[in-house]
């Protein structure tokens, strides 16, 4: 897809015209690559017990790795049926995973102060502004004091001249983010593109609710 993604443009890539073969594997650069992820992004954070929340979990290539480590609940959140579908299959007969169809925007389904972490990787890079906003004042909602969050999205303000848009990025910068964290009163940890996790059109962020 070349045109700006919309949650119409999602559902329907993601459900219908998208090949999970592979379960997503597609997308794994190396095992260098995948292993710098798992390095930085979920050996430091997700920690037995834990309530772990997994935005546009695909074919499960990350969620395996959360479950590794021991987590006592992870809610999975996809607005594509398909891919809900594809991980009620790979994780058949495990516990503690609930399966979210949602409206790529809100999570209804959560209470208040409930959730320890929400985790998502290669999904907010696709996702506009309107929409991660209202996302973000979700976690806000559902994040309990102390909760974290980290999300890789699209910053095309950092990417070189001409390859602002390559991967079907949104229209998001890294200053749209920096003002939503403050906006909503997180903490924000860190906010950088690192070379051997994102493409230079995306960074990651990580923030923690007072």
Not at 173 to 190: K, N, P, Q, V, Y
Request: one cysteine or more.
């Amino acid at each position: 897809p070349t045109n700006m993604p919309s949650r119409e443009d999602n559902k329907r890539h993601w459900n219908t015209e998208h090949d999970w073969a592979d379960l997503g594997e597609v997308w794994t650069q190396s095992d260098h690559w995948k292993r710098a992820i798992i390095d930085q992004t979920l050996d430091p954070f997700v920690k037995p017990g834990m309530t772990v929340v997994e935005i546009g979990p695909g074919g499960g290539r990350w969620t395996v790795e959360i479950l590794a480590r021991g987590v006592g609940r992870l809610v999975l959140v996809d607005l594509a049926e398909k891919c809900l579908e594809l991980c009620r299959q790979r994780f058949a007969g495990r516990t503690g995973i609930e399966y979210h169809c949602n409206d790529g925007r809100s999570l209804p389904f959560l209470r208040a102060g409930e959730v320890d972490l929400v985790w998502s990787f290669d999904v907010f890079v696709h996702i506009d502004k309107p929409d991660t906003e209202a996302y973000f004042a979700e976690f806000a909602r559902v994040l309990r004091p102390g909760g974290l969050g980290m999300i890789h999205y699209a910053s095309i303000d950092r990417a070189p001249a001409g390859n602002n848009r390559r991967g079907w990025r949104a229209d998001y910068t890294s200053a749209d983010m920096r003002s939503l964290i403050a906006r909503l009163g997180f903490e924000l940890i860190h906010d950088h593109y690192d070379p051997d996790i994102a493409a230079n059109n995306s960074s990651l962020v990580l923030f923690r609710r007072p």
